[in-house]
């Protein structure tokens, strides 16, 4: 089952007629990286705090103009998505060269294997008959692909409802609703050049290829980023570990973090982190 939604066709230089011609709060186009000014904004960002409706409220502005929209939220030493932002890829938003379907699905599983073998040779342990800890079911072999969610589910729904809880819960430090010139939800982070995996040491079309692997077989929108963490959501989590393990394999291949600062082991983090909760989390700091 593919979860891709597609808006209008949009490129970084529409993205100020766009913005000018929606009904939009008053708000900051950004054009600045790191490494200077841009002749074009990479997005437009709201002035004021979002309410917990925030993103749903900006779903007709992507009906009508193909513009994404994603919370930004601000790191606890003050510093903001948009302080950090780096030039993006001149193929940034257009699904790196990977079409929708078994071509993304054959690139996101040998990026996810190689992550695998890198992250499991730093792991303690693995002589004794109980194998490597952090890896418990698996071991230094990468696994297959979890397979696509064949359970019906609304991805905005559930985008919605994650923002939703983002912004009443208050993990996300003064979010700010922002809308950004994407093909597609999973390619949010690569056309705005965010920043927040850079602690990883990896180029980000890695990141990119498995985010785009992941909306279509699980329909997971990019909903939230804050300087170091990424927030999606996910219509039809799995209802059971067994159906959870193979997906916490690839999170631990995407983020060893959540394991390595968290559950402490694979099975563990399928069985409390991810059966049945709609918001995948991931942290690189």
Known sequence: MT??????????????????????????????????????????????????????????????TGLWP????????????EDDLLPPPQDAGGGGGTSAGADTGTAA?????????????????GRGAGGIPALRPYGRRPPELARPSSAGGDPDAAAAGAARALVTRGTLRRPRMALVPAARSADIPAVIGWSGTLASGEDFEGYGTVLRSWEERFGTRVVALEPDVLHLSVPSPPRTAAQALPVAAEHYAFCPSVVRQGAGSISRYADRWLTGRNLWSFWWD
């Open 70 to 81: 994603v919370l930004l939220g601000t790191h606890v030493r003050g510093t903001a998505v």
């Open 109 to 125: 599983a040998g990026v996810l294997a190689a992550w695998w073998r890198r992250h499991a040779a730093w792991e303690p342990g």
């Open 3 to 64: 979860h891709v939604t597609r808006g209008p066709s949009t490129k970084a230089p529409n993205l100020r007629s766009l913005a000018a011609s929606a009904a939009l709060p008053p708000g900051t186009l950004v054009d600045r990286t790191v490494l200077g000014r841009l002749p074009e904004p990479l997005l437009w960002r709201a002035d004021e705090p979002a309410g917990p409706d925030g993103w749903e409220r900006m779903l007709p502005v992507r009906d009508a």
